[in-house]
């Protein structure tokens, strides 16, 4: 299975592209479902056609979906949302409200991640590609393999326990249910998933990600710290989708003359910024892109006669190697500054955090004995030398180290 996930800011057109890419694909031969997990689902109007929360068939080999949350509740999630739902209304919370309120932030998200699953157990198509929402909520998407990893090792163990220990004590004079153990199977099989996904996401033959782009300042800047912050999830960013340029023989009688002369420019920085990365590029449409015929157009635009599903690279974002003896992680994050990166090793784990994001690195067991002792960039990387025998202080302070 071949899975294509179009993110960056929003506006830029990932859903017509991520459609368009879907057509294309299907008319190679591939069986193909293109699946919208952006709340504010656009790919219905681009397609022209309604979409419900399962597969709807739009041409031969070519399906579509819309992720509805209430969907997955009733038929993903019976035994969490029937929890949530009797807590909800032990605490005066009834009907409807009670079943709005059992949906919580991300639930879209983490839904797409099981189809993800789905179809790479069953087999079911040949290409998944993902319409995604803005660059924020898709890194949560995409880093939520890695952050419930966590969360199941730190918390959900204890807080099994604790229960079991609430349902024989105070378990029996509350008002509130406590979870059942249907619930606690139930987070166990989504942890087991998770497990699957991560190992889907992370491999460059199966799974890239392309970024959507427009000749403008706000969006690059946008796009190169998407572009960073995969790489550090370890995902291979494969592609840019430069989308909306004007034509270079401007009809208008000079009326966006200004405006070509800055898409030349914006064209000079993408080139600086992302090359070598494959680019395909797609000119503005005269009239609003919707329906199969303007998405087989842009598909001319982008891919012309070669394969949509194609993978134009495979570099990973994170490798280990030994250079000169020295054991080395290495880790992609371009764009990035020396001062913006901090790293420190806990037990057999390197946290890197790059601003706001960070990430806990597992090591193997050779390097999870050693010291990270010396951290430098080298074209566009992040190499950090592990050496001597076992660490020996643990502490975040004792072991933090900047990247010089």
Not at 156 to 180: C, D, E, F, I, Q
């Amino acid at each position: 299975m071949r899975v294509i996930i179009y993110t960056g800011k929003g506006g830029v057109g990932k859903t017509s592209v991520a459609a368009a890419t879907a057509l294309r694909s299907a008319q190679k031969g591939y069986k193909t479902i293109v699946i919208s997990t952006d709340q504010a689902h656009s790919l219905a109007d681009s397609l022209e056609t309604p979409l419900i929360g399962t597969p709807k068939n739009i041409a031969p080999n070519f399906d579509a979906m819309e992720v509805d949350v209430l969907y997955e509740m009733e038929h993903r999630w019976r035994e969490i949302d029937k929890y949530i739902t009797e807590f909800l209304s032990s605490q005066g919370i009834e009907g409807v409200n009670a079943k709005e309120m059992a949906v919580w932030p991300g639930m879209e998200l983490l839904s797409a991640l099981f189809y993800i699953w789905e179809y790479y157990q069953t087999k079911e198509y040949d290409v998944v590609i993902l319409d995604t929402a803005p660059t924020g909520e898709t890194l949560r998407l995409l880093s939520f393999p890695d952050v419930s990893d966590w969360y199941f090792d730190k918390i959900y163990k204890v807080l099994k326990n604790m229960v079991r220990v609430a349902r024989l004590t105070v378990g029996r004079v509350m008002s509130a249910p406590l979870p059942s153990n249907d619930l606690f199977e139930d987070i166990e099989h989504i942890r087991q998933r998770m497990m699957v996904v991560k190992e889907v996401l992370s491999d460059p033959n199966i799974t890239t990600v392309r970024l959507v782009v427009n000749p403008e300042r706000m969006v690059i800047n946008e796009t190169k710290r998407a572009f960073t912050y995969l790489s550090l999830y370890n995902l291979t960013v494969e592609a840019l989708i430069i989308n909306r340029l004007l034509p270079e023989n401007d009809e208008t009688g000079g009326y966006f003359k200004e405006k070509l002369a800055e898409q030349r420019y914006y064209m000079q920085v993408i080139d600086e910024s992302f090359s070598p990365l494959k680019m395909l590029k797609a000119t503005q449409f005269r009239t609003e892109l919707v329906g199969l015929a303007s998405l087989g157009i842009l598909a001319d635009m982008l891919f012309g006669d070669s394969d949509p599903s194609e993978i134009y690279t495979k570099e990973k974002a994170l490798a280990i190697f030994s250079d000169k003896g020295v054991d080395t992680l290495s880790i992609k994050l371009p764009f990035s500054q020396k001062e913006q990166v901090e790293l420190y090793k806990a037990n057999d784990a390197l946290i890197v955090q790059v601003g706001w994001y960070k990430r806990s690195v597992t090591l193997p067991y050779t390097l999870s004995r050693k010291e990270a002792t010396k951290a430098e960039f080298k074209d566009g990387r992040l190499l950090i030398r592990f050496t001597g025998v076992e660490s020996i202080g643990n502490n975040k302070e004792d072991a933090k180290t900047k990247a010089t």
